[in-house]
Every structure is written in structure tokens, then in C-alpha cells.
Nanobody, 120 residues
């Protein structure tokens, strides 16, 4: 199983970016998909996640600015980030809690980080 993310980059404060992530491989089921981020010197933190039923959870710092969505048929998750601030600068990691066809219980899978830099 692999998670492949795309869409990071450099943007001015107030701008927008969209991150996308696709899960591929021998997947039996996916419980949730989402995004975490880690800024230098900080711990990794939840940004947003969405369950297979469509329930969402957002960090307070991004509510009203970021929107997470998911395509269950394609095993993809998208994070639309609007009104970006300098404090959103971080490496963003795609996450999926899923069960592969070779496992009996779901576990965390992570994609490689994609860098988002917001200039003020």
C-alpha cells in the first residue's frame, strides 16, 4: 500500500493551495483519510480528516479556511486550503487508516511529506 501526495508549493498569504493524495495497492478497506502537518521544531498535528461515511474533523486553527473531501471510489483525499497564513507553513503528510488485504486490522499509513510555504 502506498500513499502518494501532490500539490504543495509556495503561495502568498491569503492565497490558496490544494493538496491531493491517492492510496493505492492491495487495500481491503479504508476507515479514514486526512492530513497532518509538522512545522520545524513542532510536533506533527492533525489538520483535517474525513471518514468513509463523510464525517470530518478539523484543527481549530484551520476551521472555516480548509476543506477536506474524499472520493471513496478512487481512494483519494483532497485538502482545499484557502486564506492561507504564514503559520500554515509546514510539511503536510497524507494519512490513511486502512486495512490492507494482507492484514486483519486497520493501521496508520503515511505518505511522504509535501511542503507548503506561505510567504507573508
Amino acid at each position: 500500500v502506498q500513499l502518494q501526495a501532490s500539490g504543495g508549493g509556495l503561495v502568498q498569504a491569503g492565497g490558496s493551495l490544494r493538496l491531493s493524495c491517492a492510496a493505492s495497492g492491495s487495500i481491503f478497506s479504508i476507515n479514514s483519510m486526512g492530513w497532518y502537518r509538522q512545522a520545524p521544531g513542532n510536533e506533527r498535528e492533525l489538520v483535517a480528516l474525513i471518514t468513509s461515511s463523510g464525517s470530518t474533523n478539523y484543527a481549530d486553527s484551520v476551521k472555516g479556511r480548509f476543506t477536506v473531501s474524499r472520493d471513496n471510489a478512487k481512494n483519494t483525499v483532497t485538502l482545499q486550503m484557502n486564506s492561507l497564513k504564514s503559520e500554515d507553513t509546514a510539511a503536510y503528510y497524507c494519512n490513511a487508516v486502512l486495512r490492507s488485504s494482507r492484514e486483519f486490522i486497520p493501521r496508520n499509513y503515511w505518505g511522504p511529506g509535501t511542503l507548503v510555504t506561505v510567504s507573508s
